[in-house]
């Protein structure tokens, strides 16, 4: 690609990935097609920052109008001005989110008016309606590199809110709060309701892994049934593989003794899934044999599946026979398309060969290719550019290009 193409390659890029945000076919989708629209606009904003009054009209989304201006905010205030002039007095959940880009974006040299912008948002978070506590959740993550005060805030003002509307919004909360401080988090997931605390306290142990396996462990362990304790600690021991081999090697053991005493066959798929995944972390090997005897057992194939998915970062070449060896044909796909997007980063070129054998009829094609391109697009661009503009569902195929961009504009 000479010094023109790669010049022009950004503004074409944005205009693929404007048509398949815009497309009507997302609009099913309607959360993914906010989200995707706010993304694209982002682009837009860096991109080509003159189309930025048209892509919002065109939209008509005071959402579109506030991001581009909080993109813009540095870089050409007297545009981001103007944007924001056309946001009206009503703000949503992805208007309030842009208010606090802007925030943190003009911070550095007007303090004084981030403060006055985060207090707006704030206090119209109930303008929100249903997405109120999301839409704090989601300003909190924005504010906690800059500010952790006051995203906690934020957080705990989520939390409130959450509880006040019978619970609803408190997984926000608390998934917002894992990030920050684990303890917020975990303080917060305790205290929702009975029907939600254990599914929070799940999230936070498994968060808490990388970071403090001994508090991850400690609170896996207030979990009694097996179901539930054994595919935690599998997770939370493929979390912790790197550091504490040792320890992981001992939950993983843990959690297959466990599996044995699960009866519901949902439960018991779950788990060995988890514990395959884990020994696939430590020693690809034992994943292997595991899965064979599973597999062997259940006279079913997709421990096979699982393995083949989970190895095919550290042995594609393997990971593409076992795959293949797989006589079911759906589950030979779904095979296929797990170890296409596990081994994308380190061979992407077998990555996209195995995506390219993946039948027409299978139902989650789509997907699959656009795990693949975006797991691919740091270690081969161009591969990846290919194989996202291949995608012909728009949805999918705009979330495969946005990452496309986020590498070429880097």
Known sequence: MNADEDMRRPVWLLDQLIDAARSPSTASYQETRERLLVE????????????????????????????????????????????????????????????????VAVAPSDPRRAKKVLNEAASRAHQAGKEKTKALADMATVVAPSDPRRAKHLIELAARMGKEDRHVGVHDAAMAAIALDLRLAERIATSAGPRLNGLLLAEVARAAAATDPDRAVKIARSFKEPAELAPLLADIAAKMATHKWSQADSLISEADQLARRIMDQRDHTVTMTSVIKALATRDPDRAVERAKAIAKDTGRPWPTGVVAGAIGAAQPERAERIATSIENGLERTAALAAAAEAMAAVDPERAERLCESLPNTYFALQEALAHTAIAMARADIDRAEELALSITHPHHRAEALLEVLRVVTA
Request: net charge positive; aromatic share 6%.
């Open 40 to 103: 694209t606009a982002k682009f837009v904003a860096a991109v080509s920052p003159e189309r930025s009054e048209q892509f919002a009209r065109s939209n008509g989304r005071d959402s579109l109008l506030a991001t581009m201006a909080a993109r813009l905010a540095v870089s050409d205030p007297a545009r981001s001005e103007r944007l924001l002039n056309g946001v009206g007095p009503l703000w949503d959940r992805w208007t309030l989110v842009a208010m606090a880009e802007l925030a």
